[in-house]
């Protein structure tokens, strides 16, 4: 059973702190990784990929990825009330076309 | 642009009725998805079209029937559906299969009486 495991939260973090959302992943295969952004009532958007071990850095999002430890996070720096949302891990299956494999997502809240 | 377009936002539809789910982009992708979302629920994947053909089919009841007519173009065809079909259908593509990220619609809230 291919599975993307999250703590569905909810993960409460004061404004101006750094924001943690970890995944784990079963399927050692896998070969893309991606965290989706879902406010209610919206659809997901995209706001990280990584493909490769180690650091990337955006703004203020930085994945990490570690395939040895089939482990991927989120860290958001400097959080604002408008990061509160549910963040979604997404992994891409093995072998091409043929979708993406969601986590339960987490559920962050920014206190003001 | 990453933009997916979908059409309608919303749909309320009968148990006896026929509608149609339309997805759109115009970015060269060629890869497209339909994702089933429920309430406080992750995206489930419904169907791949890989090239404009089905290359996944994730065990989805035939009363959800897809068609791709071109390489831009996505529908989901609906016939007597049930209440708990009721959902968030999301319509998702990317530029190749497989590796790359995945970009979504707005989504069509489906509710089902």
């Known amino acids: 059973q291919k599975e993307v495991e999250q703590n569905s939260g909810p993960l409460s973090v004061p404004e101006g702190a750094i924001a943690s959302l970890n995944c784990t992943y079963s399927?050692?295969?896998?070969?893309?990784f991606f965290w989706y952004r879902q406010y209610s009532g919206k659809s997901p958007e995209l706001i990280m990929s990584?493909?490769?071990?180690g650091d990337k850095e955006d703004g203020r999002f930085t994945a990490q990825l570690n395939k040895a430890s089939q482990y991927v996070s989120l860290l958001i720096r400097d959080s604002q009330p408008s990061d509160s949302a549910t963040y979604l891990c997404?992994?891409?299956?093995?072998?091409?076309?043929?979708?993406?494999?969601f986590g339960k997502g987490t559920h962050l809240i920014i206190q003001p | 642009d990453t933009e997916v377009t979908q059409t309608p936002k919303h749909l309320v539809m009968g148990m006896t009725n026929k509608k149609s789910l339309k997805c759109e982009q115009h970015?060269?992708?060629?890869?497209m998805y339909w994702y089933k979302q429920k309430a406080k629920k992750p995206p489930e994947l419904m169907f791949v079209?890989?090239?404009?053909?089905?290359?996944i089919n994730e065990s989805v009841p035939s009363r959800f029937s897809p068609e791709c007519p071109n390489s831009s173009l996505l529908n989901l065809h609906l016939h007597a559906l049930q209440p708990e079909d009721s959902a968030l259908y999301l319509c998702?593509?990317?530029?190749?299969?497989?590796?790359?990220?995945?970009?979504f619609g707005q989504g069509t809230r489906l509710t089902v009486v």
């Open positions: 998702a593509s990317s530029q190749d299969p497989g590796v790359r990220a995945a970009f």
């Open positions: 399927d050692r295969g896998s070969q893309s």
């Open positions: 990584i493909y490769s071990n």
């Open positions: 997404a992994v891409n299956r093995r072998g091409g076309a043929d979708g993406l494999t």
């Open positions: 970015m060269g992708h060629r890869a």
């Open positions: 079209y890989s090239y404009e053909k089905l290359s």
